[in-house]
């Protein structure tokens, strides 16, 4: 009844951009949190950037200065905005959103790959 979706990966140049998007649909009543993670090969899942419902938000240090967190909750969607993108930044991308009445759900990952 509820589902979260992830968009937007894909194969980009160092230096290059991309925008990743995560809307939520279903039943959804409301939306707490939602943050964008990511998990590159041998390593554990990090939390890339988060945004409160009031649109408070914080980044990891090695994507501060690079990467944007925004949403628009009149249709339950999360961005991330990704420029100066760099080899390792490359990883599946989840989002996570906190849904009043449902919990934290995950989106199935998008594949951002930097070339080198």
């Known amino acids: 009844q509820v589902q979260v979706v992830e968009s937007g990966g894909g194969l980009v140049q160092p230096g290059g951009s991309l925008r990743l998007s995560c809307a939520a649909s279903?039943?959804?009543?409301?939306?707490?949190?939602m943050g964008w993670y990511r998990q590159a090969p041998g390593k554990q899942r990090e939390l890339v950037a988060a945004i409160t419902s009031g649109g408070q938000t914080n980044y990891a240090d090695s994507v501060k200065g690079r990467f944007t967190i925004s949403r628009d909750n009149a249709i339950n969607t999360v961005y991330l905005q990704m420029n100066s993108l760099k080899p390792e930044d490359t990883a599946v991308y989840y989002c996570n959103a906190a849904l009043i009445a449902w919990g934290g759900r995950w989106g199935q990952g998008t594949q951002v790959t930097v070339s080198s």
């Open positions: 279903g039943r959804i009543f409301g939306i707490n949190d």
